[in-house]
């Protein structure tokens, strides 16, 4: 409960924060790109259900559905404005829609896509799906994209082990700092 509170209140709070950059976020995602502002994607969550969660669309509207580590040239299908949303981690801004309504927390694993299936099942067997997924977790601030699958599902479960209160708001804390230097973000 104290967890669902937490992710409530630091939403909300970041949410009246971010509004101005999201609308201008939103202006210029329009100004130079064809498609929708926002990109749902099918993810898996609690309990591995999956939900639609939301980002701001960083790709061309025609790109392939994939993890981006496994496009052969992942630059192509990345806007210019989109590829400064993905190193300021700034197209993870709509997820906050989703702790709102529940699918997410602040602080948990990164949802796999749903057709992650090595993932998916790696996680089901450490009940890694047994919390909320998070706009940011343990393995994001280890590594992010410069970590292999196996470190990513390990990182995951010592999380899980570990969770409280204090080591999410220390996974927040360096959050912040790995975004503002803009480190492990490959795509």
């Given at each position: 409960?104290?967890?669902?509170?937490?992710?409530?209140?630091?939403?909300?709070?970041?949410?009246?924060?971010?509004?101005?950059?999201?609308?201008?976020?939103?202006?210029?995602?329009?100004?130079?790109?064809?498609?929708?502002?926002?990109?749902?994607?099918?993810?898996?969550?609690?309990?591995?259900q999956y939900f639609m969660?939301?980002?701001?669309?960083?790709?061309?509207?025609?790109?392939?559905?994939?993890?981006?580590?496994?496009?052969?040239?992942?630059?192509?299908?990345?806007?210019?404005?989109?590829?400064?949303?993905?190193?300021?981690?700034?197209?993870?801004?709509?997820?906050?829609?989703?702790?709102?309504?529940?699918?997410?927390?602040?602080?948990?694993?990164?949802?796999?896509?749903?057709?992650?299936?090595?993932?998916?099942?790696?996680?089901?067997?450490?009940?890694?799906?047994?919390?909320?997924?998070?706009?940011?977790?343990?393995?994001?601030?280890?590594?992010?994209?410069?970590?292999?699958?196996?470190?990513?599902?390990?990182?995951?479960?010592?999380?899980?082990?570990?969770?409280?209160?204090?080591?999410?708001?220390?996974?927040?804390?360096?959050?912040?700092?790995?975004?503002?230097?803009?480190?492990?973000?490959?795509?």
């Amino acid at each position: 409960m104290l967890s669902r509170i937490f992710d409530l209140v630091l939403s909300l709070l970041a949410t009246a924060v971010l509004i101005i950059p999201s609308i201008v976020i939103c202006l210029a995602i329009k100004a130079t790109s064809e498609g929708k502002v926002l990109y749902w994607s099918k993810r898996v969550g609690y309990n591995s259900q999956y939900f639609m969660m939301p980002k701001f669309r960083s790709m061309y509207s025609h790109s392939p559905e994939v993890a981006t580590d496994k496009l052969r040239d992942p630059q192509r299908y990345i806007t210019s404005v989109g590829s400064f949303l993905r190193r300021t981690s700034l197209d993870e801004i709509p997820q906050l829609i989703s702790v709102l309504i529940g699918d997410m927390s602040i602080v948990g694993p990164r949802p796999a896509l749903h057709n992650q299936h090595l993932l998916i099942s790696k996680r089901q067997n450490l009940r890694i799906d047994s919390v909320r997924p998070g706009i940011t977790g343990w393995a994001q601030i280890n590594g992010r994209d410069e970590i292999s699958l196996n470190q990513k599902v390990n990182l995951d479960f010592y999380y899980i082990e570990q969770k409280s209160l204090f080591l999410d708001l220390k996974i927040l804390l360096l959050t912040i700092k790995l975004v503002l230097w803009s480190r492990g973000v490959k795509h």
